[in-house]
């Protein structure tokens, strides 16, 4: 319902732009299939290489990729989906894993069961539970969001600590290594935005919990692994090792003009660390920390990442299946290729054996950063991320802020249950 609620306000916006911008498909013939993506640099590169590969083996096969601002596939899909139009709708599309529960519980008949190509072991754990229902998979898993911490090794070390010390990291160690890092050097540890939740999120994930269960119930005041998360959040505020920013050019700023001398995020993030070329050699990846209160933390994480799905009703069912059967679903000759095109961390396990995957990166002091990144793809705790991850953060937002401006831990997240229930029901 709420997926509809949305398609109905954005409607007006969404119709024009699929019209103008998508191919029909009374248009395309039986041999044509289209693709639906955002993000030039990274999801229709990685599209656009698929394509090409695919074109060798399959030359009569005309396969259009089409770059959309994600807010406006989303947008394009609800009003869709909910109507039963098909006018305009692609045969593949990438979803976020954050969102994608969302629509295979309110539109279970409009995704192709994609089983038949790909076995959910052929890729990492955390990456194939959401995508199955009733044990049937219907998206082939793209990128890994797996988190780690890139760090300067220089300011680390002016700091008197080692790429030792930077390994089996707990959050108080963190948060130690980052104060002797400002007395050393006078940079701070990490960036912090109090407008985005992704420091609370993989702290989250690392113990293997959201703020949803298993069934896609809302737990907030009887969340331990939630708890712990805002208070080692506090604790890295209330520390002073953190520069405050506000959007993402601020974020991507401070470690290329050297304000910050580390990032723990996903490894998505390491176009932009190697954007600084005069600091290569400067930089190495560690694993991301635990939550050392919290037995069930481990020191792997995710954050983003999204999926190849086929909307089996457009017409072009077989075709699409076909496509993703023979890129993303199996060739590992294309992740590899994309290893290097778009630094692609991929969640097909074969890919850890690829060529590129085993290589020192010379601005990372020649650390096998693709390498360690599988590995620790592979350690990162499954969720059920539930229908309203982001529903949920916009009042979370609220409530994280309020514990560290001393708000009380337990008191504020039970006074807030009620609301986030009431917010997701709607």
Known sequence: MKLKRLAAVLLAGTMLFG??????????????????????????????????MYAETNPDV???VVTMAQDDIVAKLNTSLASGSYEGLPDIVLIEDYRIQGYLNAYPDEFAVLSDIASPDEFAEYKTGVNQVDGKMYGIPFDSGVAAVF??????????YTAEDMQDLTWDKYIEIGQAVQEKTGKYMLTLDPSDLGQIRMMLQSAGAWYTDAEGNVTIKDNQALKDAINTYKKIVDSGISKQVADWDQFVGAFNSGE??????????????????DQSGKWAVAPFPRMAENEASVNASSIGGAGWYVLKNVGHEDAAKAFLKDTFASNVDLMNQLAV???????????????NYNKGVEFYGGQEIFKDFAEWTNEVPAVNYGEDTYAIEDIMTEVVQA?????????????????IEGAVAN
């Open 19 to 52: 019209a103008t911008a998508t191919v029909s498909a009374e248009e395309k013939a039986a041999d044509e299939i289209t693709i639906w993506a955002w993000d030039e640099a990274f999801n229709i590169k990685a599209a656009n290489v698929a394509k090409e």
């Open 62 to 64: 005309e396969v259009n």
């Open 151 to 160: 760090y300067r090794t220089d300011y680390i070390e002016e700091a008197g």
């Open 260 to 277: 910050v001398a580390s990032v723990p995020t996903g490894c998505w993030i390491s176009p932009s660390v190697l954007g600084a070329e």
């Open 341 to 355: 095109d778009i630094n692609l961390v991929s969640t097909l396990k074969a890919s850890s054996e690829a060529e």
């Open 403 to 419: 514990i560290v401006g001393g708000a009380d831990v337990d008191e504020t997240l039970e006074m807030y249950q009620t609301q």
